[in-house]
């Protein structure tokens, strides 16, 4: 029982992972005028899931070697966005369009969902399709996470958090330029009725939030006080300057190396 307890006894940590999800049921409660009762329970589950998601994060954090490469960290990303487009392929071939399978009923149902206006929160706001500007956006993170990691780690340190976000980022980048890019749109298959339909990138993207403001919290080199404007654009400057710097060093070195 004591093993259980500490698995699930609240941190601040563990509760990061919640964040995401809390804004939306937020959002959804708003919309709903305070009438919880038909979206209640498909509002709390999912924050069980998280939660559950964020106590193995943090349990994996003490146990999981560190200082892994960038293709090793890559790889790991590659296998996730791969088992998401795996999900996906099976949703279209299986799943005719306006039909679900219920894994649990009214809960969790499989469908097969075509969506153009990317994340929930610009579809909860009636956003219009945003398929070349998540396109873009898609590749340009997919190209800058190995360098800003890199950066972060040689500049900052190397830790379980760190190379969390960097994974979840990569895998959710890779999805999602694949989708915007071949297909026109992000195929959801994990509809929770009374909400909206999801994909695993969705969860790679809340994962990598969280483990980003762990990292965060957990770097005893980064400060999150408010210095004054002046001080923070000063830092902010020094940011670019530190990444542009080791981009050139980066791009120098790989042409050596040839």
């Not at 992000?186 to 990598?208: C, Q, R, T």
Request: net charge positive.
């Amino acid at each position: 029982m004591s093993t259980i307890w500490r698995f699930l006894r609240p941190t601040i940590y563990k509760l990061m992972f919640l964040l995401g999800w809390l804004l939306y049921s937020l959002s959804a409660v708003l919309r709903a005028n305070f009438d919880v009762a038909p979206i209640g329970i498909n509002l709390l589950w999912p924050a069980i899931f998280f939660y559950i998601v964020g106590c193995s994060m943090v349990l994996m954090s003490k146990f999981l070697l560190r200082s892994h490469r960038v293709a090793q960290l890559t790889a790991v990303a590659l296998v996730l966005a791969a088992a998401d487009h795996a999900a996906k392929i099976a949703s279209l071939s299986l799943i005719p369009v306006g039909e679900s399978i219920p894994i649990v009923l009214n809960r969790l149902h499989l469908v097969q969902v075509t969506n153009v206006t990317g994340p929930w929160i610009f579809a909860t706001f009636g956003s219009a399709p945003v398929v070349l500007p998540a396109l873009i956006l898609s590749v340009i993170l997919l190209f800058s996470a190995p360098l800003l990691f890199r950066y972060y780690s040689v500049t900052y340190r190397q830790s379980f958090w760190c190379e969390a976000a960097f994974i979840c980022l990569m895998a959710s980048s890779l999805s999602s330029a694949i989708d915007f890019g071949v297909r026109g749109g992000v195929v959801d298959y994990l509809y929770i009725p009374g909400h909206f339909a999801a994909d695993l990138k969705d969860i790679f993207a809340e994962v990598f939030v969280a483990s980003a403001l762990i990292e965060v919290l957990d770097n005893p080199k980064i400060s999150i006080r408010w210095t004054g404007w002046k001080n923070e654009f000063r830092d902010l400057r020094n940011v670019i300057v530190g990444i542009s710097r080791f981009a050139i060093s980066e791009m120098r070195r790989s042409r050596h190396n040839r």
